[in-house]
């Protein structure tokens, strides 16, 4: 029979579930032999057809289904007693299957036996069930019957296997079989299983299908182990039975270990099996998983399952075939659906799977978290793991946890999803809420990474789902804007606007959500309004000619209310949402295309709507100054930002130029007429003009006018001012450049007149005169200093790029006299406490500290209204000497002179004019546009002169000098620190407006953060220059021993000034290249280019070099600049720009120890007076840099035993104010921040030492004992300090601190000493002897912390007692292990303050005593060990009892 089966195999299969199907519509059970005889005859005389008969079944002729007049459970047991006492039995067997046989020769017979039986009527309405066996079927319920009728069968089966199906659809072999499943009991199942097998082996392919399924309804659970080992032999010879195979394999009851062979055989062909045949593959690898094979299953899974390589190709094929006929297209469409249809099946399995099993969840989980390489990555793994989020509601914390840690480290990127979303998008939308949930989700975060992966998440989403999911995925956008959360807001924004871009028809069925953030305007900031009336515009006016214009028209309506509003807060809003509006409207479309003439017709159109909404917002601005200068700034940051068309660009620049012209303009000969308190001057001119030409800005009597008016009150409300106000002259100017600039492709030719025009102003500079002046004087020239500074800053941002040296050289001039003026300004805003100058920025982030009138300006409603500018005490400034750092740490938690807090009371301080720095009025000044700083490749700081003439006839030259470098190096310093330092790491105050925090930067913020760094890449090589000067400067000076104090040969300002811009330089290259975008993938070639200029100036660099040799070289350039540094702050950010860039590191560990040197040599130096004074600015400075020192050093504890050993003693000897010799910066003040530092870095360092183990080597064990005596040296060093230095701070590091040690000695050290005790007993005890000091003074501690009730110190005490109890029991169990018990004693510690005197102030009955380990490291002294084991028994206990006792005392 073997030889049959090895014989007879063969295989294909086709169309087992169209048979099944129809049988299905008839009977389930229809069994038969074969007819008796071909002849109809319904009446016979065999015994087979008297024996039916009799026990109650009629046999039928013909098409006609046999009738069964009683139940079937009656008929079989008459058929059976009729058989069993009929004379003959049992050869009446014999003879009754001989009579069936005969019957059933006959096809319509046998066809009649296998399909039901006819039920009587009668019979059914009594039963009341319409199912009936077939005969066939009943008779094989007779177990005397039933081996002769499966025997009949198989028989019969052969002669139908090849044979066609019948008209109606009845396949006879199929129809057999059947009989043969779900039988109540199995006479013979090995028999029967042999007989199946035989025929699975001998039947063709579609056949084969049919007979492997059925095998599990058909035989007993007794056979399920020789069916599987049958099955993976056919398994081997014949793939295309793989399927039914593997389905039948999962209904079996099989060993787990063969599964496990039959699943690697299995996984190896899973690469190359058919698309359909995947979903049972796969279903039957899950279900063959185990808790102890499911990660390696599942691991091999992932990497062998490739949907792509069955899609792809599909889709290929669609496109290819669009070439073909209609004909062969429809088959390939029809080809690409059933495969999807697959996926999604696979897919199925796989959540089915997931869902009810945990292990395969875990597992999948486990094995995508522990890929590491970015390449190794695939979309299956992005669409699992939102498949876990949505699935499984046990794994959903682990699932996002995994997808952050992914996104963080770059491992998915858009590219991968965009890829996981075009495959296995029909899969992704039956979860979209999930999606949406997870993206939600994310958008929480602070990392921006994260919050970029969730816009992605929603952009796909809406790209690839159906529109019921593009309206969810709307709302949820809508919701993040409207929810109050700035970052969110805005990242909701950006999604929204590049949809509205790419998908303007699907986003206009949407419009109506969009329009429901209108509502919410009143909390958003102006970039955020300018976002949101851009995508409503876009929708509004990307329509097709002929469609409503609904949107329109709601636009028009809400801009028009704004616009007319009372509250000056919404007609802001209006100002910035018709002007976005006209944007939209009048942007250049004359693009290459068919349609150019609809158009250009279009675009006609909008030009005259553009010119009526801007006159409208003209006529409702022009009465307030306010609201006409946020009108004209905005409108400049239109033309920068977009190409206007060429009509409307002619129009608004010759309206502007026009009225520009007529407000602020005059002739030079013109002699300003008014009654003005200080003598009219044309001032800061730069050329000498005669009395017949030339231009003047009419500043002063312009203001003067104003101001006379408001302190007169002259001008009410509703007075019509034809002249314009003097207080946009400077957004005025900006919209009027930029103009003429976008007309004539950034020539300002025309208007160049107004750079070197003068101004009609008094003599500016107080000189002694300041004293004399009135109130009102002080504050009209403090205005007029502010305004003509405003002016200038402008003027500087429109001309900084034109490329003409006459025109570089007047840039230079007006930057010296932008130095001038804010020295100027510093001096009036110093005595004048009240004065609050006018708002240069008007938007938003401004509007809740602006005064506002609807009139003119007046001092007098400015010092009414609900602000007050911040007057703070400059840390930094051009005129005084102390450091820049301060200031800038107090501005994060104070980024901009808001609100009335502290804003008067620190204009003066102890000193009593205290000098005021400008970077505390952001608010009040111009924006320098990034732009200006291209004006650092115009010279070198000090005595390098511009290579450029003023006139051909002058000899006269300009150059960069330290001022005007530092000037421009401050404020670059504080737009990186805004725009390139995270949110999150700022400080932000409480009860501080959110917006605050960007007074002073709205141009920056309108634009990218790569576009900033970029601009800031392309200044490298400048400020290398710089900073390379200040570098030559300084060596000079310290080459002749020159400092400060050197009064005749050093200029200390000077000096100070030179020393700032040395700290900004290094400020702004910290600041570049600790951006954390440069992780992105996108902008790993500005980093490139950035280290390249580095390098570069070491030595020529090659193309392409690697990034680990950029960062080497740049490394080395920027360290040599340490011997020049000028400041300890200097030097502090000198090391931060090193490590930064040691983060781009590969291989950090080579230059730590440089790092740690260069930190070292900076602690080792004696900084110039005023360096170590007492103030929080340097204490955390000083901090910052030991930690970098101790962090970096290669030996730790070595470092703190030489600060600890050498430099603490040094200071304890030395006199009062002095300090170390060996580390300058440690004195009396200082002493607490490395006292502190060293205790935490000491814990980090003995946490971080691995526990050895008894299978380390001895030498291994050597160094982990040399280690731990280390250690414990130092922090024997450190605790006896507080005997010296015995302050709250210095206490409470020992308690907090001390404890940890001593618990990081219990987890690390205790196990070495156990297995190392026998060999190094000496050293073991010295070592247990040390620290038994060290932990007496602890303890000393605890009891001076509960004598002075200080609650500071004395809520650590339980917590180091519970410690220090653990160490005794500890020691204990490790002299026992080692059998050394007699070098353990115990006795009563008594409690002690500081100083070592007993506090005598507890119950002497009862005393609170703790026991400590005396252990001794001699063999004499363990010699002299009286205490019996017995009594260090009752000592022991006798001790715990004592130390609870103290610790419920301690805790009260």
Not at 52 to 81: C, H, M, P, W, Y
Not at 362 to 383: C, G, Q, T, Y
Request: with cysteine; aromatic share 8%; proline share 3%.
């Amino acid at each position: 029979m073997v030889s049959k089966r090895r014989r007879l195999d063969s295989g294909e299969r086709e169309t087992l579930a169209e048979d099944a199907s129809k049988i299905m519509k008839q009977s389930l059970s229809k069994l038969a032999k074969k007819s008796h005889d071909s002849h109809e005859v319904e009446e016979n005389g065999s015994i087979f057809v008297r024996l039916l008969k009799a026990s109650g079944l009629t046999l039928k002729t013909g098409e006609n289904q046999n009738q069964l007049g009683v139940d079937q459970i009656i008929f079989q047991r008459k058929l059976f007693q009729a058989l069993r006492k009929h004379p003959s039995y049992p050869k009446v067997i014999e003879e009754f299957v001989n009579g069936l046989e005969s019957y059933t020769e006959d096809c319509d017979n046998l066809r009649n036996c296998l399909l039901s039986c006819e039920r009587l009527q009668d019979e059914e309405a009594s039963m009341g069930t319409f199912y009936s066996k077939s005969l066939i079927k009943l008779l094989l319920g007779i177990d005397i019957l039933q081996p002769a009728i499966i025997k009949m069968l198989f028989e019969k089966v052969p002669q139908f296997l090849f044979e066609k199906e019948s008209s109606d659809g009845i396949n006879m072999s199929r129809l057999i079989i059947n009989q043969l499943k779900w039988l109540d009991r199995i006479v013979d199942s090995k028999d029967l299983t042999t007989q199946m097998l035989q025929l699975i082996s001998v039947a063709p392919v579609n056949l084969q299908h049919d007979f492997i399924t059925s095998l599990p309804e058909i035989l007993g659970d007794s056979q399920h182990a020789t069916v599987g080992k049958e099955l993976s032999q056919l398994l081997m010879q014949n793939t295309s039975l793989t399927v039914p195979i593997l389905d039948v394999f999962s209904s079996l009851q099989l060993d787990p270990k063969f599964l496990s062979e039959i699943r690697k055989v299995v996984m190896g062909k899973l690469s190359s099996v058919r698309l359909e045949d995947l979903p049972v593959i796969v279903k039957f690898i899950l279900h063959s998983v185990t808790d102890t094979t499911s990660l390696e299953v599942i691991s091999e899974l992932r990497e062998k399952l490739n949907v792509q390589h069955f899609i792809l190709p599909s889709q290929v094929q669609a496109s290819q075939s669009k070439l073909k006929n209609k004909g062969s297209a429809s088959s390939s469409r029809n080809q690409e659906n059933s495969d999807k249809d697959c996926v999604v099946l696979v897919f199925d399995v796989i959540k089915s799977a997931i869902r009810y099993e945990k292990t395969i969840s875990e597992a999948w989980i486990k094995a995508i978290e522990r890929i590491e390489s970015v390449a190794e990555h695939k979309a299956l793994d992005v669409a699992m793991l939102l498949i876990f989020y949505s699935t499984s509601t046990q794994t959903k914390k682990t699932t996002e946890k995994v997808l952050r840690n992914k996104i963080q480290s770059g491992c998915i990127q858009e590219q991968l999803l965009d890829s996981t979303f075009s495959t296995h998008y029909l899969v992704l939308k039956d979860i979209c809420p999930s999606i949406l949930l997870l993206a939600q989700t994310l958008f929480h975060s602070q990392d921006q990474r994260i919050v970029l992966f969730g816009s992605l998440l929603y952009k796909h989403a809406f790209k690839f789902f159906d529109t019921y999911c593009q309206q969810e995925v709307v709302g949820a956008l809508v919701t993040h804007v409207c929810s109050g959360n700035e970052a969110e807001a805005d990242a909701a924004l950006d999604v929204l606007l590049e949809l509205t871009v790419l998908s303007s028809s699907a986003m206009r069925l949407n419009a109506v959500f969009v329009k429901g953030i209108l509502d919410y305007l009143e909390n958003m900031s102006p970039q955020q309004i300018r976002k949101i009336f851009c995508i409503l515009s876009t929708l509004a006016f990307s329509q097709q000619p002929g469609t409503s214009n609904h949107i329109q028209d709601d636009m028009h309506l809400v801009i028009r209310k704004q616009l007319s509003s009372t509250v000056f807060k919404y007609k802001l809003i209006g100002i910035i949402g018709a002007v976005t509006m006209a944007g939209v409207m009048a942007e250049d479309r004359c693009v290459p295309s068919n349609s150019s003439q609809r158009r250009a017709e279009l675009t006609s159109e909008q030009c005259t709507q553009v010119t009526s909404l801007l006159q409208l917002v003209h006529s409702c601005t022009e009465h307030s100054p306010w609201a006409s200068s946020l009108y004209y700034d905005e409108f400049a940051n239109l033309i920068q930002e977009r190409k206007l068309a060429s009509k409307t660009l002619e129009w608004v620049g010759q309206t502007i130029f026009n009225d520009f012209q007529d407000a602020f303009v005059v002739d030079f000969c013109a002699v300003p007429e008014g009654d003005f308190p200080f003598p009219v001057k044309a001032l800061y001119g730069l050329e000498e003009y005669s009395t017949q030409d030339g231009i003047v800005i009419n500043l002063l009597p312009l203001y003067f006018q104003e101001f006379v008016k408001d302190v007169s009150q002259v001008t009410s409300q509703e007075s019509r001012q034809k002249s314009m106000s003097s207080l946009c002259l400077a957004s005025h100017f900006r919209l009027l450049r930029l103009c003429v600039a976008r007309q004539h492709n950034g020539n300002l030719d025309e208007i160049d007149g107004l750079l070197d025009c003068p101004l009609f102003l008094p003599d500016l500079e107080p000189g002694e005169k300041l004293e004399s002046m009135s109130a009102k004087e002080r504050s009209l020239m403090c205005t007029l200093t502010f305004l003509t500074f405003n002016w200038f800053r402008e003027v500087v941002n429109a001309f900084c790029q034109q490329t003409s040296p006459e025109m570089k050289g007047k840039v230079l001039n007006r930057l010296k006299d932008l130095v001038e003026l804010q020295e100027i300004l510093e001096t009036y805003l110093a005595v004048i406490p009240d004065y609050v100058p006018p708002f240069a920025n008007v938007d938003l982030d401004t509007l809740d500290v602006v005064p506002w009138s609807s009139s003119t300006v007046s001092a007098k409603n400015r010092n009414k209204a609900k602000m007050g500018g911040r007057k703070q005490k400059a840390d930094s400034s051009k005129a005084s000497s102390t450091d820049t750092l301060p200031t800038e740490d107090a501005s994060e938690c104070d980024p901009a002179p808001s609100g009335k807090s502290q804003g008067d009371k620190e204009s003066t301080g102890k000193e009593g004019k205290s000098s005021v720095s400008l970077q505390n009025y952001r608010g009040f000044l111009r924006e320098l546009d990034i732009e200006v700083f291209s004006i650092l490749h115009s010279g070198l700081v000090a005595k390098f002169i511009l290579d450029t003439e003023m006139h051909t006839e002058a000899t006269e030259v300009v150059q960069l000098g330290p001022a005007e470098l530092l000037f421009l190096l401050e404020d670059l310093s504080q737009k990186l620190e805004n725009i390139l330092t995270p949110s999150c790491a700022k400080r932000i105050c409480f009860f501080k407006n959110k917006g605050n925090r960007n007074i002073g930067f709205s141009h920056l913020h309108q634009r990218s953060v790569q576009d900033i760094v970029h601009c800031v890449v392309q200044l490298l090589t400048p400020m290398c220059n710089h900073l390379e000067n200040i570098h030559n400067y300084f060596q000079c000076l310290g080459a002749e021993n020159l400092s400060v104090d050197d009064e005749p040969r050093v200029n200390a300002q000077e000096h100070h000034t030179m020393a700032s811009c040395y700290q900004k330089l290094l400020q702004v290259l910290h600041a570049l290249f600790a951006w954390k975008g440069f992780t992105h993938h996108s902008n790993h070639r500005l980093l490139r280019s950035a280290l390249e200029v580095l390098s570069s100036r070491l030595k020529q660099t090659e193309k392409e070099q690697p990034l680990e040799e950029l960062v080497s070289q740049s490394f080395n350039y920027l360290q040599n600049f340490h011997q020049s540094i000028p400041s300890f702050q200097c030097g502090l950010y000198l090391l931060r720009l090193l490590m930064a860039l040691l983060e781009k590191s590969a291989v950090p560990t080579q230059k730590k120890e440089k790092l740690a040197s260069l930190a070292k040599q900076l602690l080792c130096r004696a900084w110039p007076h005023g360096e170590k004074v007492k103030n929080t600015a340097f204490n955390d400075h000083l901090h910052d840099l030991l930690c970098i020192y101790l962090e970096h050093t290669d030996n730790v504890l070595k470092a703190i035993e030489e600060i600890a050993g050498v430099g603490v003693p040094e200071l304890v000897n030395a006199p009062k104010d002095a300090s170390s010799s060996t580390f300058p910066t440690l004195t009396r003040h200082t002493f607490v921040i490395f006292f502190r530092v060293m205790m935490a870095e000491l814990e980090k360092t003995v946490k971080g030492l691995q526990a050895g183990t008894a299978a380390d080597s001895q030498q291994v064990h050597e160094e982990k004992l040399l280690y731990w005596n280390m250690a414990v040296r130092d922090f024997s060093i450190l605790i006896n300090l507080m005997k010296v230095f015995d302050s709250y701070p210095v206490l409470h590091a020992c308690l907090k601190y001390g404890r940890h040690f001593v618990e990081a000695f219990l987890k690390q050290c205790m196990p070495l000493l156990d297995f190392s005790f026998r060999k190094h007993r000496g050293d073991i005890l010295s070592l247990l002897e040390t620290l038994q000091l060290n932990t007496r003074l602890l303890h000393h501690l605890c009891g001076h912390s509960k004598i002075h009730q200080d609650t500071r110190l004395t809520k650590h005490v339980p917590l180091l007692k519970k410690s220090l109890e653990l160490l005794v029991c500890r020691v204990k169990a490790m002299l026992v292990l080692n059998n050394c018990r007699e070098a353990f004693w115990l006795g009563t510690l008594k409690n002690r303050d500081l100083q070592g005197e007993e506090i005598i102030s507890q119950n002497p009955s009862s005393p609170e005593s703790t026991a400590e380990d005396s252990e001794d490291g001699t063999a004499s002294h363990v010699s002299r060990n009286r205490a019996t084991e017995d009594g260090d028994e009752e000592a022991s206990d006798g001790q715990k009892d004592q130390d609870s006792d103290e610790s419920d005392d301690s805790s009260d």
